[in-house]
């Protein structure tokens, strides 16, 4: 699985994160998971929809189809599954508009059709698979948008009978909305028993809109929950995406998520969970020294040269801990801005 920075991010590893990154960061990396999909999608697939998957087939789609599709639209998760003993696709859009797009159905029915579209040319000869479009909205308030293109069209001064009608030729295109805004800890906990995706769900949910004391009674009311995350293989791969996650959303200082997951007195959630906030916090220190260094060096190019031009801030922004220092010793008597950067 590759991480937003382009690095393959595997159990025991650290995601690439940075602070600022989009919402669907930890959304996308955890559920790209078949594993962690099919806890999700059991949990709020229409229960004869998800009697009739056949789970141990669910995939997600190769690279290569996804490439193809990614020229047109954003591409959030697509999966293949076989749904009573058919080849079907789930796709599942993520959205985190605080205020959802009346027109949501719109584009989702347009990322539908240019799926059937790189599927034909795919497997030419074959019919189209069936698709379940899932939109996870991960906004501040509950959805209340149309759910289907049938609500956005003008049928105004017709009469009902004609309106049928006139449907009737149309296209018909609903999709699932899945409300984390709209559902509480024990509404998720009785959809989603897997204590993994759970506490994922749980972090999504009400991490970004709580403050640093809620946040940390929150860790506190998920300690059992954390202790069976713990216990997961792919529990250190899964602390590392999910405590960067935390800390971006919530004013939480990484100090405090590591004193509060300290009092999880569990040998395994030690060993997982809390080593990677420790391995968060060191990393943090460094990076901020890095930046520190960086940021010196420009205001001493600045007081030699004057002003910096975009390319010389990329290039010291880009410039590993020995180039800072080696550009840190030119700058005291270089001629020019050039010569601190020329190699000799």
């Known amino acids: 699985m590759s991480g937003e920075c382009g690095r393959v991010l595997s159990p025991g590893s650290l995601p690439c994160f940075r602070m600022g990154m989009p919402h669907d960061h930890l959304f996308r990396t955890v559920f790209s998971e078949p594993e ?46 076989r749904i009573a003993g058919k080849p079907a696709l789930i796709y599942i859009l993520l959205e985190h508009k605080s205020v959802a797009d009346r027109h949501a159905a719109l584009q989702l029915l347009g990322y539908v059709v240019q799926i059937w579209r790189v599927w034909r040319r795919e497997h030419p000869g074959e019919d189209l698979p069936r698709i379940v479009p899932i939109v996870m909205h991960h906004g501040s308030r509950p959805w209340t948008s149309p759910r289907s293109i049938e609500e956005l069209l003008d049928q105004a001064d017709m009469s009902q009978a004609l309106a049928r009608r006139v449907r009737r ?46 946040a940390v009674q929150a860790l506190v009311r998920w300690r059992q929950l954390i202790v069976l995350a713990a216990r997961h293989p792919k529990s250190g791969w899964l602390a590392g995406v999910l405590w960067s996650y935390f800390l971006d959303q919530t004013p939480v200082a990484p100090e405090r998520l590591h004193e509060t997951l300290q009092m999880i007195n569990d040998e395994k959630t030690a060993r997982t969970f809390v080593s990677a906030a420790e391995q968060l916090i060191a990393r943090g220190k460094a990076e901020g020294k890095a930046e520190g260094r960086t940021e010196l060096l420009l205001r001493q190019l600045r007081a030699r040269f004057g002003t910096t031009s975009d390319l010389v801030e990329a290039r010291v922004r880009a410039a590993s801990p020995a180039e800072l220092d080696e550009f840190a010793v030119r700058v005291l ?6 010569a601190v950067f020329a190699r000799e």
């Open 169 to 214: 030729l149309g296209p018909r295109f609903r999709f699932l909305v899945v409300d984390l805004a709209a559902l509480q800890e024990d509404a998720i906990a009785t959809r989603v028993p897997a204590p993994e995706a759970r506490l994922v769900l749980l972090v999504m949910r009400f991490a970004q809109r709580a403050g640093s004391e809620d």
């Open 36 to 81: 962690f999909a099919r806890a999700l999608l059991a949990g709020f697939l229409p229960d004869e929809i998800a009697a009739a998957v056949d789970w141990d087939s669910l995939k997600l789609v190769p690279g290569t189809f996804l490439d193809e599709l990614s020229r047109e639209q954003q591409v959030d998760l697509l999966f293949s599954v």
């Open 333 to 338: 008597d270089a001629p020019t801005i050039d």
